[in-house]
């Protein structure tokens, strides 16, 4: 049975709600709760990407850092 997508205006009111309970929900955790929350995304979200998603995330990772040496070096 395919899928039915919801009407443009629903779409966007569940997406609004949505991103509310993200920042309740962590607003109400502690420090700890939320690097633990954070470094398990983090591994789930690396453990789905390709060695070509990698690559390319460890080469703007990379270009970042140096950018800000230059900036501090000037």
Not at 58 to 64: F, N, Q, R, S, T
């Amino acid at each position: 049975m395919p899928k039915k997508k919801l009407p443009p205006d629903v779409a966007e009111y569940f997406r609004k709600q949505g991103s509310k309970g993200g920042k309740k929900s962590a607003a109400a955790l502690t420090p700890e709760q939320r690097i633990a929350r954070a470094q398990k995304a983090s591994k789930k979200a690396a453990a789905n990407m390709t060695a070509e998603e990698r690559r390319a995330r460890a080469l703007k990772a990379v270009a970042a850092r140096e950018a800000g040496r230059r900036a501090k070096s000037k």
